[in-house]
């Protein structure tokens, strides 16, 4: 197992950028694919982005393609996301989130075990 603590969110206003931080302990985190996800109010959790065990590749939800951005530095055990041109529909608590493998990058929670307490992020208009 890995514990992750998720950092940076925060109150912004719409077009703005924030950087959360995911660091984790517990096992080696190169064995880990790293993803974040988010869930805003009344609404189920969802798919942002996800990163592979050595940062080689990466995929997004079609809703932030092009605005967010995910890596990760495997020195310092710690997944980022870099939020640019947010949006009030942004607005969620975000959470990373850990599994075991390589190369397929998964995007459903359920393939995840390892979650983080989550950071609120809210965007004003």
């Known amino acids: 197992q890995v514990t992750l603590v998720e950092s940076g969110g925060r109150l912004v206003q719409s077009g703005g950028s924030l950087r959360l931080s995911c660091a984790a302990s517990?096992?080696?985190?190169?064995?880990?694919?790293m993803g974040w996800f988010r869930q805003a109010p009344g609404k189920e959790r969802e798919f942002v982005a996800v990163i592979s065990w050595n940062g080689g590749s990466t995929d997004y939800a079609d809703s932030v393609k092009g605005r967010f951005t995910i890596s990760r530095d495997n020195a310092k055990n710690t997944v980022y996301l870099q939020m640019n041109g947010l949006k009030p529909e942004d607005t969620a608590v975000y959470y990373c989130?850990?599994?075991?493998?390589?190369?397929?990058?998964?995007?459903?929670?359920?393939?995840?075990?390892?979650w983080g307490q989550g950071t609120q992020v809210t965007v004003s208009s």
């Open positions: 517990g096992r080696t985190f190169n064995d880990y694919m």
């Open positions: 989130a850990a599994r075991m493998g390589r190369w397929t990058l998964y995007k459903r929670g359920t393939d995840y075990n390892n």
